[in-house]
């Protein structure tokens, strides 16, 4: 073969070979659906599409941490819904108890009554998700956030509630805040029956009338009983000053000072002391134990009625708090539901630009490869020909 026809041989065969390697490259992006099967297509294109898968997978990842979360805290808003209808019946048997026609055999029916759904109120409280993690462990607790010690109840996790973010909801509630910080009282001051009282005197937790005029101070109510009269001295047992002096007493009448106000009821005995004190914090539990003790052991009427007054008051109170929590965890909820048409709508964004960046344009994909076979044929063609260009082949 001359010099020139091996040229021409090499030269055929080199773009039969080049057509046929991207006929063949077309045939993989037509059969895979996409322009850029490999980084060296399009380095440009497959780092976009790479971002994007990148991203796809953490928005997943998110995802699922949210569908844990959003379980927990569905589980907490039904547990505190749980809790309240407890309590609602809680206070009704305590209301119950103070009917003056029950004997001490009723009250300590309705006393086991309050403690068996006490009991129940408790194991709410250590309710744990689908993953054992405790619904109500705060800031963290792998154990039992609430254990029952001699000394009463004892809170085990870490006080304190994580907030929710763009893209998280907490994974627990503040069980420190919803069963342990129950203000004793009326939330402001509590009025307590003393101590060594013998007459029928008991009272209200009143309410405040003028907070300005609150001072947060200790107070004494001492009544003193002389020739059938009745009247009461009001002293600030924190300052010793005298705030009130022989103020003639009636059962059922209202006593303000200081900005608070409260009903005294009964008879009191001469020297029985009412005493006022700020308002502090207990716990769920401890009032509705000592609602039962009273129940149980109210030494006279007074006292029970004393005692199933400030039940009241707490009851509502702790209810109040868990009504609040209930609230708080509805609105996770909802804001969980956002987090998640947030992140669909980001996932269908990146799965859009993954898209852009690698898939192939069918129609021009299909039209590409009809001109590269068209080449093909060409080439193969040619090639063909410059096979037969040797004199032997005119040779007779």
Avoid: C
């Amino acid at each position: 073969m001359r010099l020139g026809s091996a040229n021409a041989y090499d030269n055929a065969l080199e773009n039969l070979l080049t057509r046929q390697s991207e006929l063949s490259s077309q045939q993989e992006r037509l059969t895979s659906g996409k322009r850029v099967n490999r980084p060296s297509d399009d380095p440009t294109a497959a780092a976009v599409a790479e971002r994007a898968l990148t991203r796809i997978t953490r928005v997943a990842t998110e995802q699922r941490a949210l569908d844990v979360q959003r379980n927990a805290i569905a589980m907490a808003e039904s547990t505190l819904g749980d809790a309240g209808e407890l309590s609602q019946k809680i206070r009704e048997l305590v209301l119950t108890a103070s009917n003056g026609g029950y004997n001490p055999t009723n009250r300590t029916t309705i006393a086991n009554q309050i403690r068996g759904l006490r009991d129940q109120l408790f194991s709410l409280a250590n309710r744990t998700d689908s993953n054992g993690i405790p619904l109500f462990g705060g800031l963290g607790s792998s154990g039992t956030p609430f254990t029952d010690a001699t000394t009463g109840i004892v809170f085990n996790g870490i006080a304190g509630q994580r907030a929710s973010t763009e893209i998280t909801l907490p994974g627990a509630m503040d069980g420190q805040a919803i069963w342990m910080a129950v203000p004793t009282g009326n939330g402001t001051f509590n009025v307590a029956l003393g101590g060594a009282n013998t007459g029928s005197a008991w009272a209200t937790q009143g309410q405040v009338v003028s907070p300005a005029a609150v001072t947060g101070d200790n107070y004494s109510v001492t009544f003193t009983v002389a020739a059938g009269v009745t009247t009461y001295d009001v002293v600030d047992t924190t300052t010793s000053a005298t705030i009130a002096s022989g103020q003639p007493y009636v059962s059922g009448q209202t006593i303000q000072f200081d900005g608070m106000s409260f009903v005294a009821s009964g008879a009191p005995a001469n020297g029985d002391v009412l005493q006022l004190s700020a308002s502090t914090q207990t716990n769920v539990f401890k009032v509705l134990d000592d609602a039962i003790a009273s129940i149980n052991n109210a030494p006279g009427d007074n006292r029970l009625s004393h005692a199933v007054a400030l039940a009241l008051n707490q009851i509502d109170a702790s209810m109040d708090r868990i009504q609040s929590a209930r609230g708080q965890a509805g609105d996770w909820l909802n804001r969980g539901d956002t987090i998640e048409n947030s992140q669909k709508g980001r996932t269908i964004q990146l799965t859009a630009d993954k898209a852009k960046a690698e898939d192939m344009d069918m129609v021009k994909g299909i039209s590409d490869f009809e001109k590269l076979n068209t080449g093909y044929q060409a080439a193969l063609q040619s090639y063909a020909k410059v096979q037969n260009l040797s004199l032997f082949n005119f040779i007779n």
